[in-house]
């Protein structure tokens, strides 16, 4: 790997890539290093399926589907249309052939290529950057652990009862299988129980700054935080750590966050971000629409950043990424 560079950007899935984007149209892509949160790590039908290193690599080449904001653009379907001939033969106790989680065509090369790689003994670092470099990226992008970390999410029972009867299912079966439709109860963070690797470490504690993406402070952010040391790390270096909240006027651009944060007892808005980020981070960009929310969250021990966080064309993302590194440098 590569000396420190001076920016790291602590990641999770599509929000993130977006605003990696926007980061890179700033600032060259070889000061930028990426961390990114694989406790959505899954495997399927055999193969080793890093949706958020996935969704990083192909937005930042260019190559990512606009509308889903996730897999390759103008892909097909056929493996997965075919797979479906064998849903109605599979025993009840298999989980083989499944559809739920859709793999493009083109994008089952990926995750053949790094299964075959991690089966040769190549860690996922070494694995990532080789995708990366395929995809022609400057910016090194980096899994925060090199170890399996799964997140699983606690869910009311009578609904999923999961493997082990107790609620408690993986991260993909909760947000695509049932397409976070459900309540969650709880999280169980497998990065608590892994270590970082040495690259990660060392670039959170050398970097000039660090930035938080505008990810989900629970299930993108958390499992890098739940990493042994990390907050420790970051805590460190308050002063020079900015993040973005991924909530505007209360809810979430994308995804579930803001009904995680309400479920988990937190305040469902960039106070309730402020007060997840105030320990490790100085500095917290939130939207024109919460400006009004400027003296909460600071009062949380953050400085509020008031500008447009919805990054609607590239000039107001390109914006969002200066300011953000402003903050940062200040």
Not at 25 to 31: F, H, I
Not at 73 to 88: F, I, K, N, P, S
Not at 157 to 165: E, H, I, N, S
Not at 245 to 259: E, F, I, N
Request: hydrophobic share 45%; aromatic share 4%.
């Amino acid at each position: 790997m590569s000396s420190t560079r001076p920016i790291a950007v602590i990641c999770g899935g599509v929000g993130a890539a977006r605003f990696l984007r926007a980061l890179l149209s700033v600032v060259p892509a070889s000061d930028v290093t990426a961390i990114v949160n694989t406790g959505d790590d899954t495997v399927l039908h055999g193969l080793h399926i890093s949706p958020d290193l996935d969704t990083v690599t192909y937005t930042l080449a260019a190559a990512i589907d606009p509308t889903r904001g996730w897999g390759l653009v103008d892909e097909t379907w056929h493996a997965m249309e075919a797979l479906g001939r064998y849903e109605q033969r599979r025993p009840s106790s298999s989980t083989a052939g499944a559809t739920w989680f859709g793999l493009g065509d083109r994008d089952l090369a990926t995750h053949l290529y790094r299964t075959a790689r991690l089966a040769e003994g190549a860690t996922l670092t070494e694995v990532t950057a080789e995708i990366a470099s395929a995809w022609g990226l400057d910016i090194e992008i980096m899994p925060m652990s090199d170890e399996p970390a799964p997140t699983r999410v606690g869910v009311d029972p009578d609904v999923d009862p999961g493997p082990d009867g107790d609620g408690l299912i993986s991260f993909q079966d909760y947000f695509v299988r049932h397409r976070h439709a459900i309540d969650t109860r709880s999280l169980d963070l497998g990065a608590a129980r892994v270590h970082p690797t040495d690259a990660v470490t060392r670039t959170i504690r050398d970097a000039d700054v660090v930035l938080i993406a505008p990810s989900n402070p629970l299930v993108s952010i958390g499992p890098i935080r739940a990493l042994p040391g990390i907050d420790g790390l970051l805590a460190a270096r308050r002063s020079s750590v900015a993040a973005v909240s991924p909530l505007v006027g209360g809810a979430a651009l994308k995804g579930p966050a803001d009904r995680m944060m309400l479920n988990a007892g937190m305040r469902p808005d960039s106070v309730g971000v402020a007060a997840a980020y105030a320990p490790i981070a100085g500095h917290l960009v939130i939207d024109t629409v919460d400006a009004h929310l400027a003296d909460e969250v600071a009062a949380q021990g953050i400085s509020p950043v008031v500008t447009n966080t919805i990054m609607s064309d590239p000039e107001v993302a390109a914006a969002l990424a200066t300011s953000t590194l402003a903050a940062a440098q200040h």
